[in-house]
């Protein structure tokens, strides 16, 4: 199952961030193949012509693949143990669709109207973070869970 981290805005290539994302997405792309997940793709969008909150969904939601698992990362989501989110990782690919989205939004959040659509949402928690951080923490559980579902030693309880 191919993954596609699709945010809003854009990561400039000297940002600590963009390094950090892409050495999770590096480890994750070279362990989750023998697992059936990957590889992990990034789509960056950028609203420039500010229309707001609904114009940056309608770009987020053109860049979701057709069929594909939609999951929001969103304050408002679920708060779920690295285990608990192997788990989901792994049911979503074992139902037998081909992608799955994990959709973040810029500082005003996700578009009501594409978080309704949504399959999940998953939240890190009660406090808010930088969409940047936000795609660096999720490409490290992407990373996390596939160890856990390859049996490494990477996830310690």
Same mark, same amino acid.
Request: aromatic share 8%; with cysteine.
């Given at each position: 199952?191919?993954? #596609?981290?699709? =945010?809003?805005?854009?990561?400039?290539?000297?940002?600590?961030?963009?390094?950090?994302?892409?050495?999770? /997405?590096? !480890?994750?792309? !070279?362990?989750?193949?023998?697992?059936?997940?990957?590889?992990?793709?990034?789509?960056?969008?950028?609203?420039?012509?500010?229309?707001?909150?609904?114009?940056?969904? @309608?770009?987020?939601?053109? =860049?979701?693949?057709?069929? +594909?698992?939609?999951?929001?990362?969103? @304050?408002? *989501?679920?708060?779920? $143990? $690295?285990?608990?989110?192997? +788990? #989901?990782? &792994?049911?979503?690919?074992? &139902?037998?669709? /081909?992608?799955?989205?994990?959709?973040?939004? *810029? &500082?005003?959040?996700?578009?009501?109207?594409?978080?309704?659509?949504?399959?999940?949402?998953?939240?890190?928690?009660?406090?808010?973070?930088? #969409?940047?951080?936000?795609?660096?923490?999720?490409?490290? /559980?992407?990373?996390? =869970? =596939?160890?856990?579902?390859?049996?490494?030693?990477?996830?310690?309880?």
């Amino acid at each position: 199952m191919r993954l #596609h981290v699709i =945010a809003s805005g854009k990561m400039r290539a000297d940002y600590p961030e963009r390094a950090l994302f892409e050495d999770y /997405q590096m !480890r994750f792309n !070279r362990i989750g193949k023998p697992l059936a997940l990957g590889p992990m793709y990034e789509v960056e969008v950028e609203d420039k012509k500010g229309g707001g909150m609904a114009a940056e969904g @309608e770009l987020l939601s053109r =860049a979701i693949p057709a069929g +594909a698992w939609l999951i929001c990362m969103d @304050e408002r *989501g679920k708060v779920l $143990s $690295s285990p608990d989110f192997a +788990a #989901h990782l &792994a049911r979503w690919r074992d &139902a037998g669709r /081909q992608d799955a989205a994990f959709v973040i939004g *810029g &500082a005003d959040g996700i578009d009501p109207a594409l978080r309704a659509r949504a399959d999940f949402s998953i939240s890190f928690g009660a406090m808010v973070w930088p #969409h940047m951080l936000v795609r660096v923490m999720l490409a490290e /559980q992407l990373y996390r =869970a =596939a160890t856990i579902l390859g049996g490494g030693p990477y996830h310690r309880v």
